[in-house]
C-alpha cells in the first residue's frame, strides 16, 4: 500500500502570507496526486489535480508542484477563507490521503 | 447540479450491521465509478470502497475487507455500503464520493452521515 505523509500538521500563518505544504509518497505516484480542502463540517473539496492543475473555480493564489514521491501545495496569499485543513491523495493505486493539515489563524 | 446525499447513519452497537445508501442526482450515474471514504471524529480521511460504473468490480480497504459490502443500483442512481460486524473503529462520518473517469481523482462529495458503533 502507498503511504502519504503530510507535514506539517498544523500551521499557523497570517492574511498574507505565503504558505507551503508538503506530501510525501512512499514510492513513486508519478504526478497521480489531488490537493483537497476541507472545512470545519463540510466535505472536502478538490484544489489541484495531477499535482499541478487547478480544478476550475478554484482561486489562483492555489498552486502544486512535484512528481515522483514529493509534492506541494502552496497558498501565494493568504486569504481569510483558505483558512481550513488540507489533505493530499494519491490515486496511482487505488486511493490513500494524508493525515491533513490544518492552516489556523496566527 | 450534482447531488449526492447519504443516509442510513446512527448508533449501533459493536457487532451490529448497519446499510448506509447514497442517493446520486445531477449527472448519469451508471456512467462513473463511486467510493466510501469515511472520516472519524477529529481525525483525517480514509478510503474504504469503490465499485466500478456497472457494479462489475469492487474493492476494499484491509481495514473494512470481509465485513463492509459495497453495492449499486443504477436504475435507482442509488450507492449502498452494507456494514457487518461494526467495531468502535468503525465510528466515522461515511462519505459517498464521485470519481472522475480513469485514472482520477474525485470531483464531488456528499456531506456525509454518522455511524457510531457503541454500547
Known amino acids: 500500500d502507498i503511504q502519504m505523509t503530510q507535514s506539517p500538521s498544523t500551521l499557523s500563518a497570517s492574511v498574507g502570507d505565503r504558505v507551503t505544504i508538503t506530501c510525501r509518497a512512499s514510492?513513486?505516484?508519478?504526478?497521480?496526486l489531488a490537493w483537497y480542502q476541507q472545512k470545519p463540517g463540510k466535505a472536502p473539496n478538490l484544489l489541484i489535480y495531477?499535482?499541478?492543475t487547478l480544478e476550475s473555480g478554484v482561486p489562483s493564489r492555489f498552486s502544486g508542484s512535484g512528481s515522483g514521491t514529493e509534492f506541494t501545495l502552496t497558498i501565494s496569499s493568504l486569504q481569510p477563507d483558505d483558512f481550513a485543513t488540507y489533505y493530499c491523495?494519491?490515486?496511482?493505486?487505488?486511493?490513500?490521503f494524508g493525515q491533513g493539515t490544518k492552516v489556523e489563524i496566527k | 447540479e450534482v447531488q449526492l446525499v447519504e443516509s442510513g447513519g446512527g448508533l449501533v452497537q459493536p457487532g451490529g450491521s448497519l446499510r448506509l445508501s447514497c442517493s446520486a442526482s445531477?449527472?448519469?450515474?451508471?456512467?462513473?465509478?463511486m467510493l466510501w471514504v469515511r472520516q472519524a471524529p477529529g481525525k483525517g480521511l480514509e478510503y474504504i470502497s469503490a465499485?466500478?460504473?456497472?457494479?462489475?468490480?469492487?474493492y476494499y480497504a484491509d481495514s473494512v475487507k470481509g465485513r463492509f459490502t459495497i453495492s449499486r443500483d443504477n436504475s435507482k442512481n442509488t450507492l449502498y455500503l452494507q456494514m457487518s460486524s461494526l467495531r468502535p473503529e468503525d465510528t466515522a462520518v461515511y462519505h459517498c464520493?464521485?470519481?472522475?473517469?480513469?485514472?482520477?481523482?474525485?470531483?464531488?462529495w456528499g456531506q456525509g452521515t454518522l455511524v457510531t458503533v457503541s454500547s
Open positions: 464520493v464521485k470519481k472522475i473517469p480513469g485514472r482520477s481523482p474525485c470531483d464531488y
Open positions: 445531477g449527472f448519469t450515474f451508471s456512467n462513473y465509478a
Open positions: 465499485i466500478s460504473n456497472d457494479g462489475g468490480s469492487t
Open positions: 514510492q513513486s505516484i508519478s504526478n497521480w
Open positions: 495531477s499535482a499541478s
Open positions: 491523495q494519491q490515486y496511482s493505486s487505488f486511493w490513500t
